[in-house]
């Protein structure tokens, strides 16, 4: 088990800056998930979020369970998209919110203070507001580029992370079709964090990858 806030605190005040990289069951093969990920992590990976949309319940247990361990071992948290049964399951480091994955309330109720919440927040300053404001540990926005995972998802803009950052205190993440090439724009508007499946976990070499993203935090 963790050892509760002061641990989970730590956690998300030293590690939550850099490549946030988001599993896909689908371009990782299930053999090969935790080699898979854990070349992410040695690229440089500081947070992993577990996100797996049609695997049944007790294989992602047994799956998330193992990579929880992996990423104890890397000291970086671990976060599970939507699922707040999964991260109770597995002691996970907290939980990722959408719109339709129920109130930061309930997951905080469920899971413990101590938890780690973030909260997807598009394009809406006010989503993030109210966010903060019911206790999430941090907030996210996009998809800034085109997306391979959700094509049709509103966009946002550079805009407006530089305004979230003027308001919020807590981490904010960027999502949505980043490369390293075109990151740097929300990098300088104030992401903590960059978001990516598809750019680590859908390429050949995942640790090179995932270094070209951790990279971009190295100078700053």
Known sequence: MHNG???KERHLKNNMRGLYAITDNILIKKDKFIATVEQALQGGAAVIQYRDKNTPFDDKVLQALELSALCRQYHVPLIINDDVKLAKQ???DGVHLGKDDGTIATAREFLGKHSIIGVSCYNQLDLAQ???QAG???IAFGR???SHTKPNAVLASPDLLIAARQLFSCPIVAIGG???ENAEPLVAAGADCL???HGIFGQTQVR???QNYAQLYSSI
Do not use: G, M
Request: glycine share 0%; no cysteine; hydrophobic share 60%.
């Open 144 to 146: 800034f580029f085109p």
């Open 208 to 210: 090179v990858a995932a």
């Open 90 to 92: 597995i002691d996970a």
């Open 178 to 180: 980043i490369t390293p």
């Open 136 to 138: 999430a540990n941090y």
């Open 130 to 132: 109210q966010a903060v």
């Open 195 to 197: 978001a990516v499946i």
């Open 5 to 7: 806030l002061e641990q």
